[in-house]
């Protein structure tokens, strides 16, 4: 049999088993280009494709090819390199081992958009930097104060305390000032820590007692950097504890950043002599970017992603989404899985079919039921599994996303969501969704695999 024979006989058993938005998806552009040495050569044209074939058909399609020709013992998949220049991949060949259990797409498609992990002594993600801070008239102040802390840490604005909304980059400025000290000054010691980390601390070494081995490992710290400090409310312990390090390092010219979702003065129950402290320095807010700037915001992001899209798909974007870097980001990311898995750029008339969410009223809801339908056919799982009470990692992960889609999409109460799945318990729901979300920053290639998820329950 000639590999375009053998491929189409392949094609044509396994369409008989998977579904068709399945088959459109992972099969469209796939070819066998060898069959030398009783292996089985199929070309993908991109990573979510290889994967998916890979982990997800791997046993179905060797299955049929050894079935069709006996001497094929062995089928290996890669990735056909389009002109589309999307990915920068550090495996040439693009072959992959192959994992068991579910596919998530990793490896590949998470070398195409460069994952970065969070270093575990300073705890700051190296991809928040200032050559991917777009400056405009929103953040100008904001920015040139960190400029300044980074010249000259603790002796300039001391503490500088940022604030904005949510979504507008106080966690991205105040993650560059701090790798930017690291890169600057290798002797000084850097930490970022969430405010609600820091609590965490407190709570857990008062109940260890190692309250004083705490109070130590923050009083050695040159820069210390605290985010959303508004969470530090009510928390009169963690307050109290956090006075002190702040005094500790403060008289040592050690420099303190701080942000939070409004100012100094309108954080609720702060203590007095805490606000103070955070008033005593320089406060700079970060506001809403105009439409030039997100533009500017958008282009800078495609180009991380290593893709470019026209000028009207851009200014289309950033007059959808006005108030929330994070979301122009995640309109973004909507378009960049399009094309990955189309090989071409979305023109305009895509981008608003993609986008139609965010620009229909937002009250237009889908049905649960159409959740929990395209994620059942998107894993090529039953329905009634996934509501059932299985517990294979295969059945076990769709349901932790459907729960989350149900919460994120259809703004379900969880013990709504707990009844659509069976009467689970509204515990079960909140920690599949918590779970997802935490996953969700840290895996690119879940948000890839969920954002496909959500293009198939807004489009179909
Ligand atoms: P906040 O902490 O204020 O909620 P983040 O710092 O987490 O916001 O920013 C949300 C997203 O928007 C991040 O991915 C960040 O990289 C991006 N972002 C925010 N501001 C900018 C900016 N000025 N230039 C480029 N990206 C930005
Ligand atoms: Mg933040």
Redesign the pocket.
Known sequence: MTNEELWESVLAQTQLNISPANFATWFRGTKITSQENNQAIISTPNSFAKEWLEQKYGKLIFKIIHSLDGNLREVKYFIEKQNLKISSLQNPSGFCRTRRGQPSLSEDAQLEFQEFKTDSETNLNPR?TFE????GSF?ELANAAAQAVVKNPGFVYNPFFIY?V???????LLEAIGNEVVKNFSKKTVRYVPSEKFTQGVVTSIRNHEMESFKLKYREIDVLIIDDVQFLAGKEKTQEEFFHTFNALYEKNKQIILSSDRPPKAIPSLTERLRSRFEGGMIADISLPDMETRMA?LK?KAREKGTDFSDEVYSFIASVVQRN??EL?GALNRLVVYQKINNRAPDLGVAEVLLRKITVNARKQVAPRKILQVVAEFYDIKERDLIASSRKKEIVKPRQIAMYLLREEFKGSYPFIGRKFGGKDHTTVIYSCEKIGKELELNKGLEEEIELIKQRIYTS
């Open positions: 928040y991917n801070f777009v400056v953040n904005g949510v979504g507008l980059g106080k966690t991205h915001i800078t870097i994070r980001e």
